[in-house]
């Protein structure tokens, strides 16, 4: 046995190390796309991340301030632009046999390029019209070129990369074909801030708890389209039993401010919780449709576009809005006690949606539901505080943006409320109402709010209070409350100083927990860096004890053979060289 022997058993077992790093870093060799905010998506959902783009258009159209510009809003809410583009085309002949969904289609663009589509719904023998949805890319800044819906009315559409206006398809084990449509009119998007509420249906008892609380506040399931059209036209909302708003006496300032926070917090904040719902249902679903699309989703809605690929820039919807509060209530950074930076619900929120991957690829799916339920908590924060900030405001200046906020922030938290006290809702309602003719309380909402953190489960910690800059304290009478003591109105103690999570516990064997603490910067790759560093040193210690045992059996073979002794060179175990030890 020589020492080139060892040195070669060294080299095989360190050649371990590459794969498991390897291995730790893709998922179980699971591909992943650009990141959205930090969050590595196992599917394409670069056009669901341009949901914001379409807000965006909305806005700079609101912001004109005219009954036509409000009109043009609408279209674009309505009929979207940026999401899920789909063409209708007309065949000249009939398909030959069934199309299944999902089935590829080819065709050209008027460039002469390929266009990838996917048919949306199974279609019978003789289908003469097919909806076609375009497949995007994985390039953010380029996933689709045809964007068309209600962005023809600003004239911000983009055709190149549509079908041309006639041609010839090919379906996908189904032959060629010959087709023609408009492409300015059967060019329509199947996701649109709109059909976030339009396409809710009423939630069957015990499958969605939180859609359940809201549907039985607002006794309409389209609650939240209803609010926004009620902004957008200068109307009231009738058809809801409880929490209406009527806009008819509200200039454009206030109905600009209405409609925005409508979209965010009533339409794209219920579509992140049906989306990971969906998700959820999917991994308890043997042989169902896969639950990755629907995480990676809710991760594009709550996030969206234009925060970019580490979640620094300005973005419009929930991530944004999270990433704002925690400046006004002092609750950013890794301890929820900092006045800049990300905020302590986008830490933790990002946390929870990176591990829970690992939950999906495993299958484990009471994991998946008990980070899906912590993850609400931390959703319900910004909204508690919106209306907390808004109830300040009205309460010391009457002006129609305030008074619209503070409407919408709290229908976005009414019906929470109302699940847990029916009279503390009542009172938020009173006070925050829109076109309330008597002056808001603040502290009575805020202490009905505080009433229920407990069965919110939340925390006054988590919460804060609403902070002015200029005198580096909190607003009189906007300070937090303490943790620890009977609530004001309470019954009881309030929770511990994070959010009690995981009440229940999984009972599968998992890689990962969800951690209760709060989230560092890298969420879950602190995780995966301890678990490469776990295989790393397992490798070394395994490679370390082979090599210090194989030196013993050559240094006792040596002292036993009476002709090389006292001749033998001094050998050192690897195991104990200088750069052995820096690495273990």
């Known amino acids: 046995m020589t020492m080139r022997f060892l040195s070669n058993i060294a080299s095989c077992l360190l050649l371990l190390l590459p794969s498991v790093t390897s291995r730790a870093q893709t998922g179980g060799n699971r591909l992943s796309y650009p990141q959205i905010a930090g969050y590595a998506p196992f599917t394409i959902v670069t056009d669901s991340n341009a949901i914001d783009l379409d807000l965006q258009l909305i806005e700079t159209e609101l912001f004109k301030s005219s009954e036509d510009s409000f009109r043009n809003a609408l279209q674009i809410y309505q009929n979207g632009g940026h999401t899920a583009s789909i063409a209708t085309l007309t065949l000249t002949s009939g398909i030959s046999g069934p199309v299944a969904e999902g089935t590829r289609v080819a065709g050209f663009d008027s460039l002469n390029r390929d266009v990838i589509g996917e048919v949306s719904q199974d279609y019978p023998v003789g289908a003469t019209e097919l909806n076609v949805l375009y497949v995007p890319t994985s390039n953010q800044q380029s996933y689709l070129e045809c964007l068309v819906g209600g962005l023809t009315v600003v004239n911000q559409s983009q055709t190149s990369g549509c079908f041309v206006p006639s041609g010839s398809i090919t379906i996908t084990n189904a032959g060629n074909y010959q087709y023609q449509y408009r492409v300015s009119e059967n060019n329509r998007n199947a996701v649109t801030l709109a059909s976030f509420s339009l396409d809710l249906v009423e939630p069957q008892p015990d499958t969605h708890p939180t859609l359940e609380k809201f549907f039985d506040y607002y006794g309409d399931i389209h609650y ?98 999270a990433d704002d509060m925690c400046v006004e209530f002092r609750t950013c950074g890794r301890n929820s006690d900092e006045r800049g930076g990300r905020s302590y619900v986008n830490r933790e929120i990002l946390t929870r949606l990176r591990t829970t991957q690992d939950f999906i690829e495993n299958q484990q799916c009471v994991s998946v539901e008990l980070a899906e339920e912590e993850i609400e908590i931390f959703m319900i924060i910004p909204l508690v505080q919106g209306t907390l900030k808004y109830a300040y405001l009205r309460s010391v200046e009457d002006s129609e943006i305030n008074e619209s906020a503070g409407a919408i922030f709290a229908a976005s938290i009414l019906p929470l409320v109302h699940a847990c006290d029916q009279n503390d809702a009542a009172t938020i309602s009173r006070n925050l109402g829109l076109g309330s003719t008597s002056s808001t309380d603040f502290t009575a909402v805020k202490t009905a709010l505080e009433n229920n953190y407990e069965c919110l489960r939340l925390t006054c910690k988590s919460v804060g209070g609403y902070f002015d800059s200029n005198i580096n304290d909190y607003y009189a009478s906007a300070f937090p409350c303490v943790d620890g003591k009977t609530l004001i109105g309470g019954t009881g103690p309030a929770p511990a100083p994070t959010p009690e999570l995981h009440s229940r516990q999984p009972t599968e064997t998992s890689r990962n927990t969800v951690s209760p603490q709060a989230g560092e910067d890298g969420g879950d790759d602190s995780n995966k860096t301890a678990v490469i560093a776990g295989s790393v040193s397992a490798v070394l210690v395994v490679t370390i004890a082979l090599l210090a045992f194989l030196f013993f059996q050559v240094r006792r073979n040596k002292e036993s053979d009476p002709e090389r002794q006292g001749n033998a060179p001094e050998f050192t175990p690897a195991g104990d060289t200088k750069e052995s030890a820096e690495m273990t």
């Open 224 to 321: 939240g389209d209803a609010t926004c059209r009620a902004a957008l036209q200068a109307t009231e909302t009738i058809n809801v039993q409880r929490g209406r708003v009527n806009f008819q006496q509200i200039g454009y300032q206030g109905r600009t401010e209405g409609a925005t926070l409508s979209m965010v917090l009533l339409n794209v904040w219920m579509e992140v919780r049906v989306q990971m719902r969906l998700a959820t249902d999917m991994c308890k679903t043997v042989g169902g449709e896969t639950p990755e699309e629907h995480w990676d989703r809710a991760v594009a809605y709550y996030t969206g576009s234009l925060e970019g690929t580490l979640g620094d820039g300005t973005g419009r919807l929930l991530h944004q809005l």
